[in-house]
């Protein structure tokens, strides 16, 4: 048996999100389709996050075992070649050792959500961000993004369906820069609650567009009806998941 | 009668091109039954480029004539409106004086080209930028890309049904950056000829690769075939086109 750390970028506009599902193509069965593919064997590809429909990865981590051992480059060249049709690449593979698992042993997670702020609809960046048509006010939605880092119980900004056990997370990282008409919103947590990120972003967007919120209040809260609105899948990036690195050596 | 100039994005990736033609959706048939459906006339919408299928813009320069008048803002919504299921979208609008023509009073046009150079297939700038699994010798390809710039014959650089009069045309920029995996050629010149931006980049990546091509020798041949490849259309874009204020101002 081998455990292979895969990288993966995925363009999420067709999938119905990570995990596998009746309902349609998911990032996790297209991995094991190919996977069977390639050797002839079913295994299940866990990866550091579970990404909704629509939401992309620039580079996920996943981890999967198999019986027969192959190099890992033979491997991610096999894994492609049964990919080519399918909105999903593996940038990188390495064989870790049997203890290493992509979910449980990630210390960080990475996210960017990109806004478009321009009165003209989207083309190139269509399902690649979230278009918003009226100013957004950078300044007031920087002032809001400080407020939000940090250990707090983020159960206003949680989905109302998340299964975490507790809604207290720290979050170590959140940035708003711009670059002409692009808005460039970035988060790193250990980990997130459903739609954490998404219902952070809808909130600093309608903060941006002059909606009187108050994050101390939001939080004190502890309700979803206290904080804006979902922001849209389509803007929302997996950027990258950190570990240790003896998690990761062989 | 009122001039209208116009700024457009466009994805190519579905498209025949600039130009009307039978074969298909052109962003000239395009913007030109949206203006139909918005004002009932039948104009024709003149660029300050004329791209090739597959071929994208980021800042596409265009005017058209219409015999009611409307404010600029109304004339970019209208359009829009009818452009919402299309890759085309218009980013400005500005009446200008009935003198200004997009295609003859250019006096600039800047052109990039994407790359990407990694072993793993693309996803998420899929039809967007040239995949280049095998690696590419930067310092090659930005030694050969200076020896481009300047004036001199690029009939080696020239699509065999191009009709321009003369070879004979000057390359004002001709750059090549990398960041990370991506690696951007810029180009900035009066015109180009039919092909040449794609042939000039194919001819790089075949330097890039180890080619021993010798730029100085494949101008002297005045012949296509002393060039490299014609680089895919899914990697160049049409950056923007520059006048003189005084063409553009009412």
């Not at 999938?15 to 991995?31: A, E, K, P, R, Y």
């Not at 996050?49 to 996920?60: E, F, K, L, P, S």
């Not at 250990?151 to 299964?163: G, L, N, P, T």
């Not at 950027?239 to 050596?249: G, S």
Request: with cysteine; aromatic share 10%; hydrophobic share 40%.
């Amino acid at each position: 048996m081998a455990r292979y750390k895969i990288d993966i970028e995925y363009d999420g506009t067709n999938l119905i999100g990570w995990q596998i599902n009746s309902q349609g193509s998911s990032v996790q069965s297209i991995l094991q389709d190919a996977i069977f593919k390639f050797c002839g064997e079913h295994t299940t590809v866990y990866s550091a996050g579970r990404t909704d429909a629509g939401v992309h990865a620039i580079n996920m981590v996943a981890h999967f075992d198999i019986n027969k051992q192959f190099d890992a480059v033979t491997v991610m060249k096999a894994i492609n070649f049964y990919l080519l049709k399918e909105p999903v690449s593996v940038l990188n593979c390495q064989i870790v050792n049997d203890s290493f698992h992509a979910r449980f042993n990630c210390i960080n997670r990475h996210y960017k959500y990109i806004v478009i702020n321009r009165p003209a609809p989207l083309v190139l960046e269509k399902n690649k961000a979230w278009w918003i048509p009226y100013k957004l006010n950078l300044d007031a939605m920087q002032q809001a993004a400080k407020k939000l880092i940090g250990k707090h119980d983020f159960s206003s900004f949680r989905a109302v369906e998340c299964q975490a056990k507790s809604p207290i997370k720290t979050l170590d990282k959140c940035t708003i820069t711009q670059d002409n008409d692009k808005i460039i919103f970035e988060f790193c947590a250990r980990s997130f609650l459903q739609h954490q990120v998404r219902n952070m972003v809808g909130t600093l967007v309608d903060i941006g567009r002059g909606k009187p919120y108050d994050i101390d209040k939001i939080f004190e809260a502890k309700n979803r009806s206290a904080a804006g609105v979902n922001a849209p899948a389509c803007g929302l990036y997996f950027v990258n998941a950190i570990y240790d690195a003896t998690n990761v050596d062989l």
